[in-house]
T-cell receptor, first 112, second 116 residues
Framework: AQTVTQSQPEMSVQEAETVTLSCTYD???????LFWYKQPPSRQMILVIR??????QNATENRFSVNFQKAAKSFSLKISDSQLGDAAMYFC?????????FGEGTQLTVNP | GAGVSQTPSNKVTEKGKYVELRCDPI?????LYWYRQSLGQGPEFLIY????????DSGLPNDRFFAVRPEGSVSTLKIQRTERGDSAVYLC??????????????FGEGSRLTVL
C-alpha cells in the first residue's frame, strides 16, 4: 500500500520569506503523480502544484516549486515570498491508479 | 454551478440516526470521489464513481456506509445507524477523467457531520 508522510505538523514563516514543507512517500510503482494541495479554513482543497514521476524537471507554479527526489521518494514544497494568504493546511498527495492518498498535513502560519 | 457543491454544510444528528450527504459535481465531470477527513488528519478515500457505477468502494469502512450516483451526476452518501466515530468532514471531489489524471480533483467545501 502506498503511504505518504509529512513529518512537520506545523511550520511558520515570516511574510516575504521562504519556507519548505517536507513530504516522503512509499510506493513500488514507477508511474505515478504527486501533488500538493492547500486547505484554508473554508475546508475546500485547492491544487497548488503537481509533479509527474517520469519527469525529472521539478514543477514550478509562480511562487511555488517542488524538489522531487525520485530515488529518495521525497517531494518537498518550497514557497517563496510568502504571503499572508498562504496560511493554510498543506497536504502532500500521491496517485497511481484512481485513488488519491494524502499525508497528515502541515499547518503553515505566516507571520506579518 | 461553477464548482463542486455539497449539502448540507453542517449536520448534527443523534447516534443511531440515518444521514444523507449530497454532492453536486462540476458539470461534465465523469469521475466523482468521496473522502472522509477526521479532525487533524488528511482526507481518507471512501469511494470513487466513474459515471453511474462505483468503480472502487474499498474505502467504505463498513456496511453502514453506502453511496449512489444514479444518473452519473449528483451523488448521495448515506450513513445508517450513525455512531459518534462517524463525526468528520465528508469531502466530495470530481474530475474530468479517472486514472492518474484524476489527481486534478476539484473539491467541494465538505459536509461537517457531528454525531452526538
Amino acid at each position: 500500500a502506498q503511504t505518504v508522510t509529512q513529518s512537520q505538523p506545523e511550520m511558520s514563516v515570516q511574510e516575504a520569506e521562504t519556507v519548505t514543507l517536507s513530504c516522503t512517500y512509499d510506493t513500488s510503482e514507477s508511474d505515478y503523480y504527486l501533488f500538493w494541495y492547500k486547505q484554508p479554513p473554508s475546508r475546500q482543497m485547492i491544487l497548488v502544484i503537481r509533479q509527474e514521476a517520469y519527469k525529472q524537471q521539478n514543477a514550478t507554479e509562480n511562487r511555488f516549486s517542488v524538489n522531487f527526489q525520485k530515488a529518495a521518494k521525497s517531494f518537498s514544497l518550497k514557497i517563496s515570498d510568502s504571503q499572508l494568504g498562504d496560511a493554510a493546511m498543506y497536504f502532500c498527495a500521491y496517485i497511481s491508479g484512481s485513488r488519491l492518498t494524502f499525508g497528515e498535513g502541515t499547518q503553515l502560519t505566516v507571520n506579518p | 454551478g461553477a464548482g463542486v457543491s455539497q449539502t448540507p454544510s453542517n449536520k448534527v444528528t443523534e447516534k443511531g440516526k440515518y444521514v444523507e450527504l449530497r454532492c453536486d459535481p462540476i458539470s461534465g465531470h465523469t469521475a466523482l470521489y468521496w473522502y472522509r477527513q477526521s479532525l487533524g488528519q488528511g482526507p481518507e478515500f471512501l469511494i470513487y464513481f466513474q459515471g453511474t457505477g462505483a468503480a472502487d468502494d474499498s474505502g467504505l469502512p463498513n456496511d453502514r456506509f453506502f453511496a449512489v450516483r444514479p444518473e452519473g451526476s449528483v451523488s448521495t452518501l448515506k450513513i445508517q445507524r450513525t455512531e459518534r466515530g462517524d463525526s468528520a468532514v465528508y469531502l466530495c471531489a470530481s474530475s474530468l477523467s479517472s486514472g492518474k489524471n484524476a489527481g486534478e480533483l476539484f473539491f467541494g467545501e465538505g459536509s461537517r457531520l457531528t454525531v452526538l
